[in-house]
């Protein structure tokens, strides 16, 4: 397991969920699916992009934060030209985008598409890169644990083979176990985690450029 992915010696990061756009294939064609950042900032997507709003979520923040610096102001500023509708969460932007309200909707998980698939919904989920950005869930065992053993036990589970097989063929997920999709998962490239701790005044600041400090 990758040393980057400990957290000191309680515990580490088992998975990894990429951020995707979300899309109606109603909508959107093929050839227009977007496969960057970049492309989501096009003027054809003004009046039909749904957004999710990031000051619900220090994830959505932290992507807001993350493309800042990989991209550049400017990229934020492209996005506000876009006439964006905003919604609260991504499971309430894969519903709106199922029923066709909008062609799409960023930033976003493909784990909120996979049950409207599954009831035949014309939507559809697409990996985002330039750069992958990625969210990460960790598990640690409590100091003062009654069963220290048994929760190792268990994480050891989550890290061998089978467990990472078991959890990336019951969601779309990657982890640093398998960034490579050789055991079933998603395989990405050079995954960029997200920070979950911005200040205040740098949130007030991407708000700003990105036109949502006064909506």
């Known amino acids: 397991w990758p040393k980057k992915w400990f957290v000191g010696d309680r515990g580490v990061t088992i998975q990894t969920s990429p951020m995707v756009v979300n899309y109606n294939t109603d909508i959107v064609k093929s050839v227009d699916v977007p496969k960057t950042w970049k492309d989501l900032a096009d003027p054809k997507w003004k009046g039909k992009a749904l957004f999710t709003d990031p000051r619900t979520s220090e994830t959505y923040t932290g992507w807001m934060d993350t493309v800042e610096k990989s991209l550049g102001p400017d990229y934020l500023k492209q996005l506000a030209n876009l006439n964006l509708t905003l919604t609260p969460s991504g ?125």
């Open 91 to 215: 499971a309430s932007g894969a519903q709106m985008i199922a029923a066709g309200s909008q062609a799409v909707n960023f930033p976003s998980y493909a784990s909120f598409a996979i049950p409207l698939k599954d009831k035949k919904a014309p939507i559809e989920s697409k990996i985002i890169t330039g750069p992958v950005v990625v969210s990460q869930t960790t598990i640690g065992v409590a100091s003062n644990s009654k069963h220290p053993n048994a929760a190792w036990l268990f994480l050891n589970y989550l890290m061998s083979e089978e467990g990472i097989k078991t959890a990336c063929a019951a969601f779309p997920v990657t982890t640093p176990g398998d960034f490579a999709g050789k055991l079933g998962c998603v395989a990405i490239d050079e995954p960029q985690l997200l920070d979950y701790n911005i200040t205040e005044a740098r949130k007030q600041a991407l708000l700003q450029l990105i036109g949502l400090t006064n909506r």
